[in-house]
């Protein structure tokens, strides 16, 4: 940030300030256009303007509005691809501005630690170094146009069970080394205007309440320079929060002034019991007037919170205004453009994971296909901040139709319900399931044809976690009976993350899309006839339920209020590693329609210190099909002989990058490995880079590696 004019205007701003308007600025109000997700009104006196604040982890949320839907998070981490997070960033920001907003609140930065997280589809992945990377990516292609992005929601909000009241139980190591390098390369690689602070509680304090972690950590030792704005009504006190660091207390207005700002007003008058309606929604307690309005003002006249301490959040929410142009109010954004939907499309295509393929892929121009799948001729979405009203939407039957010379659609089973943490606000009708399904039709159906196309979904919303990895109603008993009718069957997953895939065996080939937006059915048909290759990599592990970490009921949903996570450092990949248990689809795997072939890998250097310096592998890696393809190059690195006692995981991701070679094309790929990589945390000594052999194996994902070589650190 400048030290200098944004420093001077916002100090000159917040002096000048009334005392009144010092805490109109750190408390929320409705808007009264309707269209923000979290609102600060202006002070016009001062050439203040209004600040607006809206959801973007998929898109724009704009309620009543459309904007383009671009995949959820968890597509854009399959890409492996921090060039599009960086472009998707940067479409999103020219479409919050076309709709006068000055902040994204997003990214989403937390790991998917338990499969049955909810908000999965809103973030990136289980490993730390895959988040950091896309985090910093987007982080630095929202800021590119002008708009605050908001990295959330800091930290360890890794389920929504009692996700307002629930208290991670969780190690110092395990912070640091997995839950906040996400957060830690956002400040201090992309300098991100603003943190949000989760709902949870971290070792039995509130995180809007957490010094040690808001200061200490964040500000102290990362050296965040923005502000710090709580989730939505998730402020938990005035005193403890404002010292503890909290700077914005969003939306700090009454639920139903809220409400009636965001959703259909004829909508929340259907639903009498309002208290009701947000506990169902599971809504968090709301209290009668906001935290920073007159009980922080009440506060500083009883000398229980200093003055200085007001004017130093003032500043920082000023100065991060100036430093952004919000002050000014002299951006113009771009909606729904050409370019944002060809990128939507193209994130789709290269987040698509091929999961197996037995030469069923690509598909041919004459094939007849029978497509079956419950919500097969609707795109799909996550529900709560990222239900984003598309402009234009191709489902998958609409993408299909576009390609195939005959097709025919059966249902099979009823429609999956659409769950939303909105749904209590609204009256609109849910996924109609009435419709008239049969499993003998679409068996009949995919019997007629040279393939059968068969669609599955989950249903994930924010506000509520999933029972099981079990796809809903009878989706595997329709999958089931079309394989082993059909001929040759290809199963296209849509799913928030892992999910159980019973039917493997028996299908010819199995395709995640996971949400894929408003581009859906376009993508798809791109992937399955070849005309783009699958350019996914699983970002999270598929297995058995029973075989993740958070499998004991104490880690995941928690126990009397507290969720232990005992697992430690060994969340994801590392967990299957330590427990030598062969996941169904390792992290990091995804086929390609070419094949690659890798040489040996080479060093730089044959030994290092610790002073800092970055390692440096080389592998040539060559495509020895005869059509173009896509490959990511992963890098591991596992400790072989160490001098320290800590139990380290088997092996990290350290490095990746990913290629687009055409037949016959070979490529030497350099890949740096920098210094954090090797160290560990240890509370007594902090970052420690033990003296020792490491090893460096390069692959396709974390179980398939081709070459590998070793580095011996001094």
């Not at 809504?283 to 009980?295: K, M, Q, R, V």
Request: aromatic residues 6%; contains cysteine; hydrophobic residues 35%.
């Amino acid at each position: 940030m400048d030290d200098g004019p944004t420093r001077d205007r916002s100090t000159q701003l917040v002096e000048a300030l009334t005392d009144e308007e010092r805490y109109q600025l750190l408390s929320g109000d409705a808007d009264p256009t309707g269209t923000a997700t979290g609102y600060l009104p202006s002070i016009e006196r001062l050439g203040i303007p209004a600040f607006r604040l809206v959801d973007g982890p998929a898109g724009v949320r704009i309620p009543g509005e459309p904007a383009t839907a671009f995949p959820a998070p968890i597509a854009l981490a399959a890409a492996w691809d921090p060039s599009l997070a960086n472009e998707q960033g940067a479409a999103i920001a020219r479409e919050a501005l076309a709709y006068g907003q000055d902040a994204v609140l997003g990214p989403g930065l937390n790991l998917i630690r338990t499969p049955h997280c909810g908000r999965n589809f809103e973030y990136y992945s289980e490993d730390p170094y895959l988040t950091s990377r896309l985090g910093v990516a987007t982080v630095e292609g929202i800021q590119s146009e002008g708009v605050i992005a908001t990295a959330k929601h800091y930290v360890a909000n890794n389920q929504e069970t009692e996700r307002y009241s629930i208290n991670a139980d969780v190690s110092e190591r395990a912070l640091r080394e997995c839950y906040l390098p996400a957060f830690r390369a956002v400040v201090e690689e992309a300098d991100v205007g603003s943190i949000m602070t989760a709902y949870n509680r971290v070792n039995d304090s509130h995180m809007s309440e957490h010094r040690r972690l808001l200061t200490d950590v964040l500000r102290d030792e990362f050296g965040f320079e923005g502000y710090v704005v709580s989730d939505w009504f998730g402020t938990e006190s005035a005193v403890d929060a404002a010292n503890a660091g909290l700077d914005v207390e969003m939306p700090g207005v009454d639920p139903e002034l809220f409400l009636s700002a965001v959703e259909d007003d004829s909508a929340l008058e259907a639903n009498a019991d309002l208290d009701d309606a947000l506990s169902t929604a599971a809504l968090p307690t709301i209290p009668s007037e906001p935290w920073f309005g007159e009980p922080l003002r009440t506060a500083v006249a009883d000398g229980r919170i200093d003055s200085t301490t007001i004017d130093t959040k003032l500043q920082r929410l000023l100065g991060t205004m100036e430093r952004f142009g919000v002050l000014d109010g002299d951006s113009e954004g771009a909606l729904d453009t050409a370019g944002h939907r060809e990128l939507a499309r193209r994130i789709a295509t290269e987040g698509s994971v091929l999961l197996k393929n037995e030469d069923v892929l690509p598909l041919s121009t004459a094939s007849t296909i029978a497509l079956c799948g419950p919500n097969a001729d609707e795109t799909k979405r996550g529900g709560g901040s990222s239900e984003v009203i598309p402009t234009v939407k191709t489902s998958p039957l609409d993408g299909l139709k576009a390609r195939a010379p005959s097709l025919t659609f059966e249902r099979g089973v009823d429609p999956v319900p659409e769950t939303s943490l909105f749904d209590v606000f609204s009256t609109a009708d849910s996924a109609d399931t009435t419709a008239q399904t049969s499993i003998p039709a679409a068996v009949d159906a995919a019997t007629a044809a040279d393939c059968a196309v068969v669609v599955v979904q989950d249903d994930a919303t924010e506000g509520q976690d999933r029972d099981d990895l079990r796809l809903p109603g009878d989706q595997n008993d329709l999958v089931a009976s079309v394989a082993e009718a059909a001929s040759r069957t290809v199963v296209v997953v849509r799913a928030s993350g892992p999910v159980e895939l019973p039917w493997l065996d028996t299908v010819d080939a199995v395709l995640v899309t996971w949400y894929p937006g408003q581009a859906d059915g376009t993508a798809l048909a791109d992937v399955l006839y070849g005309d783009a290759d699958p350019g996914g990599r699983l970002p999270v592990t598929f297995a058995e339920q029973a075989q993740y970490p958070t499998a004991p009921t104490e880690r995941f949903p928690g126990k009397e209020g507290t969720v232990a996570y005992g697992e430690d450092v060994f969340v994801g990949y590392p967990h299957f590693d330590c427990e030598s248990i062969e996941p169904l689809f390792p992290f990091g795997h995804g086929l390609s329609y070419a094949r690659f072939e890798y040489g040996d890998v080479t060093l730089d250097s044959d030994e290092h210190d610790a002073s800092g310096q970055t390692v440096s592998v080389s592998v040539p890696v060559e495509n020895v099909s005869d059509r173009a393809g896509t490959e990511v190059v992963q890098a591991y690195l596992g400790g072989d002989t160490l001098d320290s006692t800590v139990t380290r995981p088997e092996r990290e991701l350290a490095a990746f990058e990913k290629l687009h070679l055409n037949p016959g094309e070979r490529r030497i790929v350099s890949l740096s490995l920098e210094e954090r990589s090797f160290a560990h945390y240890e509370e007594s000594d902090g970052w420690t880079v033990p003296a020792g052999s490491y090893t460096i194996s390069v692959g396709r994902s974390s179980r398939d590696l081709r070459a590998q070589t070793s580095v011996t650190i001094s």
